[in-house]
């Protein structure tokens, strides 16, 4: 069965020639948005509406969880001082900014989480890319999940 996970997990090579980025990329989120729709319905439908909450509020833990550890200290640095990361600071701006989202509701939203892009840097002002790739995954899934 086909996933909103599986859909925002999708990557696909760029090749001389190939497809154009822009549309591609707003009918993948359509297809997120809609699957994760009918995951909540489906969830609710079955469960109920308190299962689809808690399933909601475990995320939210999570996601807390990462975002209450001290500014510099929220993901691994590379394990090579040369290996590129994205920059802690940057990151961590938007970690504050999906951490007022969940205290107050104002904040990004999924597509915002989504275009979040992250200057380059190296060695303790670096965070490790797939740990906050993972992260920001989470944040989008939740995102879509409390709609």
Do not use: I
């Not at 990329?25 to 689809?52: F, N, P, Q």
Request: hydrophobic fraction near 45%; charged fraction near 30%; charge should be neutral.
């Amino acid at each position: 069965m086909l996933t909103s996970a599986a859909v925002r997990a999708a990557v696909f090579d760029a090749v001389p020639g190939g497809y154009r980025t822009g549309p591609v990329d707003e009918a993948l989120v359509r297809a997120e948005e809609e699957l994760a729709a009918l995951e909540r319905a489906e969830c609710v439908r079955a469960h109920g509406a308190a299962a689809w909450r808690a399933r909601t509020d475990e995320l939210a833990a999570v996601l807390r969880g990462r975002l209450e550890r001290p500014r510099t200290q929220r993901f691994r640095r590379p394990a090579r001082v040369r290996t590129r990361g994205y920059s802690v600071a940057h990151v961590d701006v938007l970690c504050e900014r999906v951490a007022e989202r969940l205290a107050t509701g104002t904040g990004p939203d999924a597509a915002a989480v989504r275009e979040a892009v992250f200057p380059p840097a190296h060695g303790e002002r670096a965070y490790e890319e797939q740990q906050v790739d993972a992260f920001l995954d989470r944040v989008v899934e939740y995102l879509l999940a409390v709609r």
